[in-house]
């Protein structure tokens, strides 16, 4: 089957055969992994890519993950060779990485003996070791600090994990026994992917499964550029601000488009910072592809052939491009919102009908651990008003897209109590179309532990469009068993002791529009 003889009802079905794989694999990791912050949470990616390493499918997982994920299989095309029954890992954000946390798992797919396809997921492992529980220590400042580092590797050979990369990576971790399970569930997830895409080769022939796919990158890649093409030519720039303390660091960004292709380029942003908080250059490029499909059509396929007509220019040694040996594990979760905001900011201009106003622009990162548990999860808040709706509230925005984790599981593994949890009222921004509210979030710890946060927006607040008002600003505060409070900066790890409590309050979105008085 030659790529035109690919008609439209042949391509929609492939089209849905491959993300009903993507989706399948994320099942089998969540049904299958130990940790509640896979379990439940659902912090984690998967998708299917080309035996070139292009991206050809993702489930509806985190943007943050699926954007870079191409860059984790790359690293592994570039060292190895392909062989059935292998399995590669990374973590290092330098080598296909984002954060240490997050473990990248890939494995080739073999049909006839023919290489045809790479699967991959990823998840965010609680605890890889580092100098603070749950490996965000907020004073590092070089990428050693916050964990074990693998560097692409055989992780698993003829059914069994290979001893040079399980032993160090699990002996990492203040918690193995997890990060065995997780690791068996990534595992599992991607066989199952090994299996569908093989039968399916093997059943519709492999000249036609590669007319397919080249078929249905092309179509990707024209409906992006036809979408570009519907947007007004010219640049567009945006910068908006990190906070390091009571320091700022500027991230600009001109929106280049011409026709149907467009360029981000990042020239003037700041240099990367002695603090955790650099992004990676996979990081910025997941934030690209995320903003210009909020600005376009999300109905067009997600895989690398709607990326082609996309480029960009990110300075190496800048707070969006950081080069070795930075620390980087904020740089994922909190530099990546603002990156999402700049752009987006950018492309309100070009599409003022499409961009909502700032979300909450943070992922507000909880981290609580010792030596016997480890503790991760993101707090929502306020979605940014829509041009043609109020912004939702308590809901996970821009590049992370995971679940709440309920306090019943949070209480059956976990030594402390969610004490509060409820919206932050008011805490959205006014306009034609309010922005939503953030959460107010309490926790009561019941052991010693060490508490790490990892926030942003807590001196800046989200912005409104359009004449619509910022969302209120987060807040942190530590409430000593003994009655005193202290309101905590953005970024911090401090001790805890039993009967303290922590109250996370998190920013609402932007308002849309100037407010009806």
């Avoid at 992917?193 to 990707?220: F, I, K, M, Q, W």
Wanted: aromatic content about 6%.
């Amino acid at each position: 089957m030659s790529r035109a003889a690919v008609d439209a009802i042949t391509l929609e079905v492939a089209r849905n055969r491959f993300s009903a794989v993507a989706d399948e694999m994320g099942s089998v990791l969540r049904r299958t992994a130990l940790s509640p912050n896979i379990k439940e949470r659902a912090d984690c990616s998967a998708a299917v890519f080309t035996a070139a390493g292009e991206m050809l499918a993702q489930a509806e997982h985190i943007p943050v993950h699926l954007g870079s994920m191409p860059e984790s299989v790359a690293a592994c095309l570039a060292r190895f060779d392909p062989h059935p029954g292998v399995q590669y890992a990374v973590n290092d954000p330098f080598h296909g990485g984002t954060h240490l946390n997050d473990l990248t798992l890939v494995a080739p797919v073999f049909a006839g003996g023919e290489h045809v396809a790479w699967v991959a997921n990823r998840a965010h492992h609680a605890d890889v070791g580092g100098e603070a529980p749950g490996s965000m220590p907020a004073h590092a400042t070089r990428l050693e600090q916050e964990g074990h580092i693998v560097s692409p590797t055989v992780a698993r050979r003829d059914d069994a994990w290979q001893d040079e990369f399980v032993g160090p990576f699990v002996a990492a971790s203040r918690t193995p026994w997890e990060r065995r399970g997780d690791l068996d569930a990534q595992m599992g997830s991607n066989a199952v992917a090994v299996r569908r895409l093989s039968e399916l080769v093997e059943r519709e022939g492999l000249a036609d499964y590669r007319a397919v796919t080249e078929a249905l990158l092309g179509y990707g890649e024209r409906r992006m550029e036809a979408a570009l093409a519907e947007l007004p030519d010219g640049a567009f720039a945006f910068e908006d601000l990190m906070e390091l303390g009571e320091q700022d660091i500027a991230i600009r960004a001109t929106v280049r488009i011409d026709g149907g292709s467009l360029q981000a380029d990042f020239g003037g942003s700041d240099p990367q910072v002695p603090a955790n908080f650099n992004a990676v250059e996979a990081v910025t490029r997941s934030c690209l592809y995320y903003a210009v499909r909020v600005a376009t059509d999300p109905t067009i396929p997600a895989n690398g052939g709607c990326y082609r007509p996309l480029s960009l220019s990110a300075p190496a040694g800048s707070i969006v491009n950081a080069q070795p040996p930075a620390a980087v594990a904020a740089g994922n979760v909190e530099t990546s919102q603002r990156i999402a905001d700049v752009l987006l900011g950018a492309l309100a201009h070009a599409a003022p009908e499409r961009v909502p106003a700032a979300s909450q622009g943070t992922m507000n990162n909880v981290l609580i651990g010792n030596e016997d548990f480890a503790y991760y999860e993101t707090v929502a808040g306020g979605q940014g008003a829509r041009p043609s709706r109020d912004g939702c509230s308590g809901i996970q925005t821009g590049m992370t897209n995971t679940q709440n984790t309920p306090i019943e599981a949070l209480h059956a593994h976990y030594p402390f109590r969610v004490t509060g949890y409820t919206l932050r009222r008011g805490s959205g921004g006014a306009g034609a179309h309010r922005g939503g509210d953030g959460i107010r979030r309490e926790i009561r710890f019941e052991v010693p532990a060490t508490l790490t946060l990892m926030g942003e927006r807590r001196r800046h607040a989200p912005w409104g469009l359009a004449g619509g008002e910022p969302g209120a600003l987060g807040e942190d505060w530590l409430v000593r068993a003994g009655g005193s409070a202290e309101r905590l900066p953005g970024k911090v790890t401090v001790g805890v002791e039993p009967g303290d409590r922590l109250i996370v309050l998190t920013p609402g979105g932007g308002g849309w529009g100037s407010p009806k008085r």
